[in-house]
Structures are given as C-alpha cells and as structure tokens.
C-alpha cells in the first residue's frame, strides 16, 4: 500500500513528459530491449528485466509503471549519472536492469512498463512493454492491453498506412472488436486534442495471427498531405461510449515531393576569377514548407573528372570556382523530412579564356602590327611578362618567341640579338607567342628595323625620274622651237 500512497502523491507532479524528447539526440545511438515479451502476467512475485545500449555513457535511465488511466503506481532510477553502465565495445555501454514486483503492492491492472533515458534533461529515447499484473484483492481497472508496434508516433507516412499491433485481456483473449480511428488536422495541436466520437463505420474486426498481432490497412495515396490523428481503442464490454484501453498518435503525411527552383540555371561562360553562384533558396515542399530541407549538389567536370559534394541541411545555395575549364554536369536532390526527394540535373561548359599578350621592347609597349626603328642593334630586351590570364593559368603561362617564323627561344624576359646573317637586312618580324597550360594562346607581332642598312633607291623609281625628266626637256624644246618660229614676219619694200 505504500508505493500506491506515493503514486497518488506524485500524480500531481510533471515528470519528464513526452514533449520534451529531445530531438537533437540523433547522434547518440540507444537501443531499449525488454526481456519479458507482450501481455506478461504477473500474478505473483516475479522479477522484470531487460537491458538499455548507449553511445553516450553519461546518461540516467528511468522507469514508471503505469496503469491503463495514466496513474503512475511506481518510478525510480536504474543508475546514477556514470554508474552501472559497462563498456561492450569501442565507444558502446550496456546496463542490464531488473525489477522485482509483488502483485500485492500493486492494484490488479493493465500496466506499462516505461523506460526513459535522459541525456543533459531531456528525454532522448523511450519505450513501453505493456503487461498484466492480477492482485485478487483488487479488481482490475481495464482488462485489456494494446501494444502498437507501427506506426509510432510523429512518424512520416508515405502512400499506404499499415497499422500493426497486438491486443488481449488478461486472460489471454483478444477482443473481437477494435475502434481505429484515422482525421486530418491543419496543425499538430489539434491532433489528439480532441473529444472522441463513436462511430460504427469505425469498428474493426480484427484478424490476429498466432501472436495476438492484426494488421489494418489505410489507402493514403490519394489524400492530402498534412497532419492526421490516429486513434485506436478497445470498447468497454459493460458501458457504451467507454473504452478499456485508448491510444492516440500524431502522423504526417507526405506524398508530395519537394520542388525544385532556382533563381538562375548555370549556363555557359569562360574562365574568369569570380564565383557561379547557383540558388535554390525559391525551393520548397508543397506543404511541409516549415520543416528544413536537405540539399545534395553534385558537380562533376568531364575534363579532370573531379567531383564536388556540397550537402546539407540549409545548403541552398552552391558555389563553384570557374577557372577551370570544361564541361560540367550539376546534380541537385532535395529532400524533405517524410523521405521524399526530387532530382534536376543542368549541364553546362565553362570555355578557356585566351591569354592575354602583353610585349615591350627595350622598356616601350607594343602592339600587333606595330613597327619599331631600333636605335642600335647591341642589346635589345623583349619581355612578355606583363601577359595576364585568369588566376588558376596566371603562373603557367609560356612565352615563345619567333624571328621570321623560325622560333628561337622560351621564356618572357629575354634578350634578342639580331642574327649575324640577317645583318643587312632591313627588318625582322619578331613574333611572340603567350600560351597557357591548356594550350590556348595568343599572339603578338612587330616589326623591327634594322637602323644601319639605308634605303637604296628603288630601280623604278629611277625609271620614273628619267621619264619626268625626259618630259621636262620634251616640253621645253618645243616651246623654245615654237616661240623663234612664230616671230612676225618682215616685208622688204
């Protein structure tokens, strides 16, 4: 009688309720295992038992025995934070529990046996084996038992829901009817918060297999997305409207996959030193907008086969370096919460960018084309150092230099001496060649003259001269002739 004192006391008091599991506890691994199966009979002194693994060993592991109502007949600790919990393998602890119960310490009922772990506060993880315990000097306040292996509460449901569970009384008998209830809500708050209507559309009559386990089947590919209650309940045998035992989930529903949309699909560019910038941030689910998504990117570059993973929650957007060139294929999944994904794949070619020639000779810029008198033939530097290109071909770039398309010599500080069999001609063509490690290059070419060989007087235009002159004098005679002949005449008297 003392421990049913203590739980009518604590009734009254919070402990550690189901809205608080934590769900930031997915990094650490707990696994709940309970050595009696479904429906144990306790009937007279008998020990419960069973064993909790963890990742984490600084945890605390509880437990409560419930009956059908809620009312907590018993609670306690197993360890102390630290304590109890013994290394199986690298990174990995165990306790293995037990609990000795006296039928006569309880009243006769449909229990639960709840195990909690608790990390830093919180609730991380929990489960319940529900079981009889038969004192015959109390009756009993519910005779049956419900265990619901799936779905589990706040599951996602995709397509077709399968209920799986297992009932009977404390005799071992299963119920011949059961109440399965299943209503779409706007919000989670409404789930489960509400009267329950009886209605006979939903009465169920089960077929159990040799474990007391049904199975009931709900078409959900046609319905709605959004939140739906599930209500299951075994009616009372002597009151209508009652129930001997009740519970009630709050599912998901997600059928609809993500959409994918972007402020700009990747296209093609060249080389350059700046970001693409791809954003998915316009992307959402068609109802379960407030739940993150997850983003996978996968870039691959045909040319060196390099392959980029950017993923994660909140990674809308990717970032790729363009300076490097080649033909790129961009992956995008995103996926929600409920399982569901949606994939689009954008191809797109980043061209290599020419360098950019740059050449100065003896300290003065030149462009293509261009002519140079060289003042002397002794030391002439060329250099083409000042050639750019984008930042990843920037320190590869090759100079190579041509004298009358013969090439002489590699590199961009260089000096030229004027070839001792070309000493009297009047030019050279220099030609330079910047070309990076891709093999895209560009070109310069000037023309140097060679300031100690003068202009000879070009044969035609000796010709032309004698004919000018040859003219002059034409024209001259003539005139002279004209002029003497034209005189007037004199008549002799």
């Known amino acids: 009688m003392r421990v049913v004192l203590l739980g ?6 919070i402990f550690l309720p189901l809205d608080n599991v934590n769900a930031e506890s997915d990094d650490i691994d707990i696994s709940i295992g309970f050595d009696f199966s479904f429906g144990e009979l306790v009937d007279e002194q008998k020990i419960l038992s069973g064993t909790v693994i963890s990742s984490e060993d600084e945890i605390l592991i509880s437990w409560d025995i419930q009956n059908s109502t809620g009312f907590r007949f018993n609670w306690g600790d197993f360890n102390i934070v630290s304590e109890n919990l013994s290394e199986i393998s690298d990174g990995y602890f165990s306790l293995d529990w037990e609990i000795s119960i006296d039928p006569i310490d309880y009243y006769s009922c449909s229990c639960e046996f709840n195990i909690f772990v608790i990390f830093e506060d919180e609730i991380i993880s929990q489960d319940t084996m529900p079981f009889f315990i038969l004192n015959e000097i109390y009756e009993s306040d519910s005779n049956y038992s419900m265990l619901i292996s799936n779905p589990s509460n706040l599951d996602w449901i995709n397509g077709d829901l399968t209920i799986e569970a297992q009932a009977k009384d404390i005799q071992g008998f299963e119920p011949s009817s059961i109440h399965i209830y299943l209503n779409r809500y706007v919000t989670f708050s409404e789930t489960c918060n509400g009267e329950i209507i009886y209605a006979e559309e939903n009465i169920v009559e089960p077929l159990y297999d040799e474990n007391n386990v ?31 035992t009740y519970s009630c989930m709050s599912l998901r529903l997600n059928n609809l996959a993500p959409v994918i949309s972007l402020l700009d699909e990747p296209s093609d560019q060249f080389e350059s030193n700046s970001l693409m910038i791809i954003d998915a941030t316009l992307s959402e689910d068609p109802i379960w907008s407030e739940d993150e998504l997850y983003y996978i990117w996968t870039c691959t570059n045909s040319k060196n086969s ?15 370096e363009t ?11 995103i996926m929600d919460k409920g399982g569901l994904s949606s994939t689009e794949e954008f191809t797109f070619s980043v061209s290599n960018m020419l360098p950019l020639s740059s050449l100065y000779i003896n300290g003065l810029e030149m462009v293509d084309g261009e002519e140079l008198e060289l003042i002397s033939l002794d030391s002439i530097m060329i250099d083409g150092s000042n050639s750019d290109d984008t930042e990843n071909d920037l320190d590869n770039l090759r100079c190579i230099w041509s004298v009358d398309t013969i090439t002489i010599f590699e590199g961009c500080d260089r000096e030229l001496i004027w070839p001792e069999s070309s000493l009297n001609n009047e030019f050279l063509m220099l030609r330079l060649d910047v070309m990076d490690d891709d093999g895209a290059s560009s070109s310069i070419t000037v023309k140097l003259i060679n300031p100690n060989v003068g202009d000879a007087l070009p044969y035609p235009l000796i010709i032309l001269v004698i004919s000018f002159l040859f003219l002059i004098g034409s024209v001259f005679f003539r005139f002279r002739k004209d002029s003497e002949t034209s005189s007037i005449p004199k008549w002799n008297k």
């Open 214 to 244: 049904f199975s009931y089947y709900f078409d959900m590919n046609s319905q709605p997305d959004g939140w739906y209650e599930l209500i299951i309940f075994i009616p009372s045998a002597y009151s209508i409207n009652q129930y001997e």
């Open 8 to 13: 009518l006391f604590c009734s009254f008091l």
């Open 306 to 320: 390099e392959i980029i993973i950017h993923e994660g929650f909140s990674k809308e957007i990717f970032e790729l």
């Open 323 to 333: 300076q490097n060139s080649g033909d790129y294929t961009l992956k995008l999944e």
